[in-house]
């Protein structure tokens, strides 16, 4: 998938214009931005579900599945309803996201009555488990506790390798850091990107995300130290 100088406004409001890139097929990729920048209104224009003022968008033959920020249902509906609403799904890859996430004992509760945290997942194993070659999962890690935000990053790691395209919106930079290959920067109207390894940097969290220069250092460091951490686990 890749798009070619996309606008975006809303009411003539400018949230971006001219933004260029392409979604690496089988990586993971991870938008960042301030509160505001765009990364929903981008999503969407890759979603089809809102319309360009100017630019294109092609994904020519690809399947893509969107997982807004905000996900709710408007009727009683347990979580076995929703992830057997389509019926083209792949079960054996479903039973292990449900045991993943942990919803076993949660898929005959009506999905309006779980806590936020449990909803997230039934959303996430929504999301995982639809036939689409590309995901877009606008701020997966909301509401999750650490466990299940452990359990999303094993998740990740087992489509990108089953050949699954992922653009994901964060804010954590050491969640980004760990599962992406590629980091987009909104900012100013504009996108930036490049490799993961080349895009984190002081500079960029200090110019774009607007951190300061001591918590920018502090978050590379935690970063850096989690490197040298998955190295050394690979060979204990
Ligand atoms: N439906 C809408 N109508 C009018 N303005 C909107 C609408 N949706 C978003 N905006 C505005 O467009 C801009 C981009 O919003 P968007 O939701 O894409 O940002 P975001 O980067 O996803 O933010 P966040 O990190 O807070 O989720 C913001 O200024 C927002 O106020």
């Known amino acids: 998938m890749h798009f070619e100088d996309l606008q975006a406004d809303y009411q003539s409001q400018i949230v971006f ?21 765009g990364k929903s209104t981008l999503m969407l224009l890759l ?20 997982l807004p920020q905000k996900n ?14 389509n019926q083209t799904k792949d079960l054996t890859r479903l039973n292990r996201l449900i045991e993943l996430f942990g919803l076993k004992s949660l898929l005959q509760r009506d999905i ?5 945290g449990q909803q997230q ?24 506790d650490l466990k299940y935000q452990q359990r999303f990053f094993e998740a990740l790691i087992w489509q990108q390798q089953a050949g699954r395209t992922i653009l994901l919106s964060l804010h954590d930079i050491i969640f980004a850091a760990r599962c992406s290959q590629n980091i987009w920067f909104l900012t100013n109207n504009k996108l930036v990107s490049g490799t993961a390894r080349k895009m984190l940097t002081g500079k960029n969290l200090v110019d774009y995300l607007e951190l300061s220069s001591n ?3 502090m978050l590379l460091s935690a970063i850096r130290r989690e490197e040298v951490y998955e190295k050394r686990s690979t060979t204990d």
């Open 215 to 217: 918590y920018a250092q």
């Open 121 to 144: 997942r039934a959303w996430l194993v929504y999301a995982l488990s639809q036939p689409a070659e590309i995901l877009l999962l606008d701020e997966p890690l909301t509401y999750l």
């Open 112 to 116: 309006s009555l779980l806590s936020g």
């Open 72 to 85: 709710q249902v408007f009727d009683y509906l347990t979580v076995e309803e929703l992830l057997t609403i």
């Open 47 to 66: 979603a089809g579900l809102k319309s360009a003022n100017e630019g294109t968008v092609e994904a020519i033959g690809e399947k893509i599945f969107y």
């Open 17 to 37: 214009e001219k933004i260029s890139a392409r979604l690496s097929t089988g990586e993971i990729t991870t938008l960042l931005g301030l509160n505001g920048s």
